[in-house]
């Protein structure tokens, strides 16, 4: 639902939205916005709900995910259809990105979750370790607060979502006022699995709606959106001394080296560049070619973009579907309006489609673009590659370094060692070396940006004992009536500090031992 706009309603305290597709901008629903009340009330069943969820076995909350994954593969159709409807994204997108990534975590985190938070003992170092034995106990942190977008509806409320549920926490999960009814499906799917009541909730609402969820007393929030939002929250969660994850915006660079297999190469630019419209995260922005492979690989590039097809068929048929949001739109046609007028070269696209009625932009080739543009400066989030000519892969990691952004990125070689090592000095996130966006794909992988694009990591085991706390738990193995350390203070206790100072940290054996 990419256009929305405020309806005033007699008596009602509560926003409303006029929601529209962006398939054909007709009208499909409304949204009544959560107020704070509303806010207040979920987050006290959540925290009601809390300690029943907690007291549940790893083996009892998995279950709960592996139904839940046997009800989202019934639904599959359902929720593609929905999603589609909201985002206009193609229907493959959406049965990748959304179905498949989504089933993946149920089963992944249901399978791993008890692994990565079993009990730890970790080995006491030096002569402490005679006495004393540390144990890590992994504790849920409560209830977890759940902010999203809209540019994966269904798939960034879930994955968070299950992660956050078999740490043995309940979640309030507010989604997009752009595609709210996307993310609704995220609780029906848990509701229809046998979730107990007030584990998971909902939210439908605005940024207002997600305000008050940060301050309504949950124990983190773990937030993806903008840049802005994010500093937002971060400022409310600080305020509150509550913890958050930031899964913000990006300016993924690609390097493609001169002994690049430029075939995969120029078909992972397009992908990169125009999956799911350009709304990816992780979706490649800023194309360096070495001079050596440059018109070779923009030969490839363009011949591949003419043969995108975009349509509103809605069928599996069509590779690049409609802008999700009006607003996104608006920004992805000023940048490469600015970029022309600085002098860049349009090959391919660079209009809305004047074909179809809704808010479709033509995937687009540029060339000649360089950082003075804001198309190589500022998120796009659009179908737009925008390739740039470079001497070799120094000047290409400079200008790929020279980014606010650092989200992801991708490396294109022959020779994976190198590829390695060229990835390895890329300031961001996480790199694919002859691969692209992958990373939020591969739970095993830790997910967070850099610089402006956040804080914290999600995913794999990083991501679930983020929503937990990590508590040592210290204890003495042989007892006995004196404290070594207690009272009282004497000055024969002191000397013997002393000399045990400095046997450890001076003489051979006591290096080796501490
Ligand atoms: P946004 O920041 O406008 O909105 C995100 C969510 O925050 C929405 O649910 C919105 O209602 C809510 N919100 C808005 N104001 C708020 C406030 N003051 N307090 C609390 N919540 C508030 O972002 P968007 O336009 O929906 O999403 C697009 C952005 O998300 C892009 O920058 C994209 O790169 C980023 N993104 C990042 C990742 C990642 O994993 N790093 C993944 C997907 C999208």
Redo the contacts with the bound molecule.
Sequence with gaps: MSIYTPIAKDGETRRVLALRSPIDLEPIGELVCANREDVQAAVARARAAQPGWAAKSFAERAEYMNRALKVLLARQDEIVDTVVRETGKARSDAMSMEIFAAADSLCYYAKNAQKFLRTRKERVHGLMGIAKQLRIVYRPLGVIGI??????PFV?GMNPSVQALMAGNTVVL?????TPYSTKLVEEIFREAGLPPGVLQVLM???Q???H??EAGVDKIS????????R??AETCGRQLIPCTL????KDAMIVCEDADLDRAAAGAIVGSCMNTGHY?CGTERIYVVEKVYDAFLAKVIEGARKLRQGNALGFEEDVGAVFWDKQLEIIEQHVEDAVAKGATIHVGGRRNPELKGLYYEPTVMSGVNHDMQIMRD?T?GPVLCIQKVRDVEEALLLANDSPYG?NGNVWTRDKEKGFAIAARIDTGSVSVNDMAMS?GVPAAP?G?RKE??IGQVNGETGVRGYCHAMPILIDRFGGKELPSGYPYTQKKAEGMKKLMNFLWNTPVGRWLS
């Design positions: 902010i999203t977008p809209w540019n994966g960034l507010k989604g997009s006022e752009v609402g605005d940024g709606t997600g305000a969820l940060t937030f993806t959106g903008s840049v802005r939002t994010g937002l929250i899964e913000l915006g990006g995260c998120e989030f989200l939020y997910f940006g694009s956040g």
